[in-house]
């Protein structure tokens, strides 16, 4: 009979969710221990014992901004906004471009590198599982049979790397109003290859 994963207790989720909060406000790249249990009212050796190791710690951080990124990707979902992979790719970068959620966007963007330079350990995995729920969901908002051809693959696919790589550029240079047209340009040529056949 296989035992079930242990539930996390209380303490633990009271202070995941502090450093989580700390993470977004800092980053992950350099954190310590100490300061991160300092600020959030802990102490290192409270944190490796309930995380079992720093690797241990950094997983928990990064399983809780997927957890936040699968909740973006649900709320594009909304049950009355029109169908359809551009309205969806629209309310997407909505959502990206303003400018409360950059510092949730740094974090991902920071994950997502180190998960590419850095494929073992706590960043393994988080780059690939991204991309593949961003088209997963992306994929549910095309017809079926726009969803299940290869032109379907490849226009999701498309869409998702023009969102990302306007997201990096956003990023990096805060110019919303430029990315944002040329997101919006995008989305009026993958609506015209629709509706041109």
Do not use: C, N
């Amino acid at each position: 009979m296989s035992q079930e994963a242990p539930t996390p207790s209380a303490r633990q989720a009271e202070l995941l969710e502090a450093a989580y909060q700390y993470a977004i406000a800092h980053g992950l790249a350099d954190l310590s221990l100490r300061p991160l249990a300092e600020a959030i009212g802990s102490s290192p050796r409270v944190l490796l014992f309930l995380f079992e190791s720093k690797d241990g710690l950094l997983r928990a951080l990064l399983a809780r901004a997927r957890a936040d990124e699968l909740a973006l990707l649900d709320r594009v979902r909304q049950p009355k906004s029109p169908a359809g992979l551009v309205p969806a790719v629209e309310r997407l970068w909505t959502w990206l471009a303003a400018t409360e959620h950059r510092p949730l966007l740094r974090l991902w963007a920071e994950a997502y590198t180190r998960s590419l330079v850095q494929p073992d350990g706590a960043w393994a995995g988080f780059a690939r599982a991204t991309v593949e729920d961003w088209l997963g969901v992306l994929a549910g908002f095309q017809p079926p049979p726009e969803r299940d051809s290869e032109d379907g693959v490849i226009r999701r696919t498309l869409a998702l790397a023009v969102v990302r790589g306007a997201l990096l550029d956003l990023l990096a240079t805060d110019d919303d109003a430029r990315l944002t047209v040329a997101v919006e340009h995008h989305l009026a040529l993958l609506q015209g290859s629709t509706t041109g056949g």
